[in-house]
Nanobody
Framework: QVQLVESGGGSVQAGGSLRLSCVAS????????MGWFRQAPGKEREGVAA???????RYADSVKGRFTISKDNAKNAMYLQMNSLKPEDTAMYYC????????????????????WGQGTQVTVSS
């Protein structure tokens, strides 16, 4: 059974940092496009970052220079290092996976991803 489990969310003040983790099980993680999405109340789910099976990363403009996505194939884990957090980063964060090697230019299309985690809440106060 394919499963993704996120952790690392919490509450921080603006300017602070958090590191999210996503651990995968049940499939060939190393040949998968992985992504982080977030959804704030009343807003659509948006793509934050994605990483190809070869480690190439893509970011939403709103987080470039502040967030870093990475993965550890040996641990079947993906991470999102979030620095210089802003109140507008407040949302439920989800990791997602699609069993393809390359995420491509449509990586922010949440409909593509076949497996989702349960989400972890990030709250940034001003």
């Amino acid at each position: 059974q394919v499963q993704l489990v996120e952790s690392g969310g919490g509450s921080v003040q603006a300017g602070g940092s958090l590191r999210l983790s996503c651990v995968a099980s049940g499939y060939a993680y190393s040949i998968t496009c992985m992504g982080w999405f977030r959804q704030a109340p009343g807003k659509e789910r948006e793509g934050v970052a994605a990483i190809d099976s070869d480690g190439s990363a893509r970011y939403a403009d709103s987080v470039k220079g502040r967030f870093t996505i990475s993965k550890d194939n040996a641990k079947n884990a993906m991470y999102l290092q979030m620095n210089s957090l802003k109140p507008e980063d407040t949302a439920m964060y989800y990791c997602a996976a699609e069993p393809v090697r390359l995420c491509g230019n449509s990586w922010q299309g949440f409909y593509r991803y076949t497996t989702w985690g349960q989400g972890t809440q990030v709250t940034v106060s001003s």
